[in-house]
């Protein structure tokens, strides 16, 4: 795959890690276990290993949204040690998870700078209800948004993807994909020929799963020394 972005019209960006913060939401889920459960005979580590456990094979199945995935693996475990059910305070502390992240400092700024040139949007895995009022929390202007939920597929599937390309009426290599994970992101979209730039805050090793890499930069200033200048 040559780096030639002459022909980018279209620059998609993952939201979650990688315009905004999520600061390991799952550690936080745990902690919310360890929390609420404290004192329980199975131990919080075993209830939240569990959970996790089903987190994992719903993901493999059919498509169901995040929040429809974590709620069933907490109820099944509920279910499972028959353990008081907090359902409610549950999916409430989910929502405050995705819906209350701080956008990066520069993400404001490189958004609107782009968008001077190209058409920027998202391909992001999430649940529209929550992404859309993450965004409006967060005070982002997008020209497109393609959800996991939208598709009916989460990235790395092609699926998504495809759907970015027949919405936005462009061919794999007019698109830009730019992401903090490596199988999502990188993987997923340059699998399909589509150019990508790695945001590697972390200074992360590339693993070899990911085949292909056009740049990569740790901030998200670095983007527009290589499309402003291209």
Not at 26 to 41: A, M, P, V
Request: charged letters at 25%; one cysteine or more.
């Amino acid at each position: 795959m040559c780096n030639n972005l002459n022909k980018i019209k279209v620059i998609c960006f993952d939201y979650y890690g990688t315009l905004v913060d999520m600061d390991k939401p799952f550690e936080k889920i745990k902690k919310w276990f360890e929390l609420k459960y404290i004192g329980i005979e199975i131990g919080s580590n075993k209830l939240f290993s569990t959970f996790m456990k089903k987190v994992a094979v719903l993901s493999t199945q059919s498509f169901q949204n995040g929040n429809v995935i974590l709620l069933s693996s907490y109820i099944h475990i509920c279910d499972r040690y028959e353990i008081d059910c907090y359902k409610q305070e549950f999916i409430e502390y989910i929502e405050f998870l995705f819906m209350d992240v701080n956008a990066y400092n520069d993400a404001h700024f490189v958004i609107n700078e782009l968008k001077k040139r190209y058409r920027v949007g998202l391909i992001t895995n999430a649940d529209n209800y929550i992404l859309y009022e993450s965004i409006r929390k967060q005070n982002f202007s997008f020209d497109f948004m393609v959800s996991s939920e939208d598709a009916q597929c989460n990235k790395p599937g092609v699926e998504i993807y495809d759907f970015a390309r027949k919405k936005l009426k462009v061919s794999y290599n007019e698109m830009l994909m730019i992401g903090d994970s490596q199988i999502d992101d990188i993987y997923g979209a340059s699998k399909q020929g589509i150019p990508v730039i790695w945001i590697n805050r972390e200074k992360r090793t590339m693993e070899d799963c990911s085949p292909s890499v056009y740049f990569e930069v740790q901030e998200l200033n670095g983007i527009l020394n290589i499309m402003m200048n291209w």
